[in-house]
């Protein structure tokens, strides 16, 4: 059986808002997704002994739990208990996107994963139970599964596929020795009684949409950034770097930690990307939902 290698994609909030607390503990959000070519890759091959075998190598600094622990593992795992496949696979994972960054590496490895194993076993799902798995391993899943920029709602495992933006050059820049666990960004921004309600002026999603980019140009937000950068100023101070350097927009990914400037022109990124000699720093480009689709080999969306 010949091996099959997938891209697992990083993403970036272009704007994300936290609106309350859930009943069931989780947070409302409402996020949009914006895909980015920054990547790791998944490897599938035949193993000679049932179950999963997993290695890791590459860009490693928070891979230290156990392999079973591993969202690449548990989404194999759980597509071949749904399945029912008893043959064996070896996987090798490639870490590029580097973790604890807000960059969604890990809920990209386990969406590749999903994707790939599909492939490499000859099978299919249907999209609703596919989504599901999805779901189960993590409330960014879903997204991954189509890429894009995509709205996002609920605790972001609600996805909508929105028209893409124009290209734009992405420097990534992932602070070295800082990380930010999500559970206590969630923490700061409480402890800042930062409030957690948006004002009902602006209700409307489509709003929330068209606010964030145009043909023309942007305006990225990101309700964590004061909490983080309350307890960071080094993550302010890499925004501050990336507009005088240039870039268009500059936000927060995610919860953080990784900090992401906009930019015109790939040049203008490799230039921006000199001032942080420091600093672990990717320059890549937005994908669009077309490009994605054709580099996971998806079947297009009815």
Avoid at 100 to 116: E, H, P, Q
Avoid at 216 to 237: M, Q
Wanted: net charge positive; glycine share 10%; proline share 6%.
């Amino acid at each position: 059986m010949p091996a099959v290698r997938v891209p697992a994609f990083a993403k970036v909030n272009l704007r994300l808002e936290v609106l309350g607390r859930r009943p069931d503990g989780y947070h409302e959000l409402r996020t949009i997704f914006q895909s980015i070519s920054l990547h790791d890759d998944i490897v599938f091959r035949a193993a000679s002994r049932p179950g999963i075998e997993l290695a890791i190598r590459g860009n490693l600094e928070l891979e230290s739990e156990p392999v079973e622990h591993n969202l690449v593992y548990r989404a194999v795992e759980a597509l071949r208990r749904a399945l029912r496949i008893r043959s064996g696979v070896r996987l090798e994972l490639i870490k590029r996107i580097p973790a604890g960054r807000g960059l969604g590496g890990g809920s990209s490895d386990a969406a590749a994963g999903l994707i790939g194993y599909l492939r490499f076993a000859g099978r299919t799902l249907p999209a609703e139970r596919l989504v599901e798995i999805a779901a189960s391993l993590g409330a960014d899943v879903p997204f991954f599964l189509f890429g894009g920029r995509a709205l996002g709602i609920g605790r972001g495992n609600e996805i909508y596929p929105l028209p893409d933006i124009p290209r734009r050059a992405v420097l990534v820049v992932s602070p070295q020795g800082i990380s930010v666990p999500t559970a206590d960004a969630y923490r700061w921004l409480r402890a800042r009684r930062v409030t957690l309600t948006k004002p009902a002026a602006d209700p409307k999603l489509w709003r929330f949409c068209a606010l964030c980019w145009s043909s023309l140009g942007g305006s990225l937000s990101n309700d964590f950034e004061a909490a983080v950068f309350g307890r960071h100023p080094r993550l302010a101070a890499i925004k501050r770097v990336l507009l005088r350097g240039g870039a268009m927009e500059a936000a927060l990914a995610g919860s953080g930690s990784a900090v992401f400037g906009l930019f015109q022109y790939p040049a203008q990124a490799r230039r921006a990307a000199l001032g942080f000699s420091n600093e672990q720093t990717f320059v890549c480009e937005t994908l669009s939902r077309e490009r994605y689709r054709r580099a996971l080999k998806l079947a297009r969306s009815s």
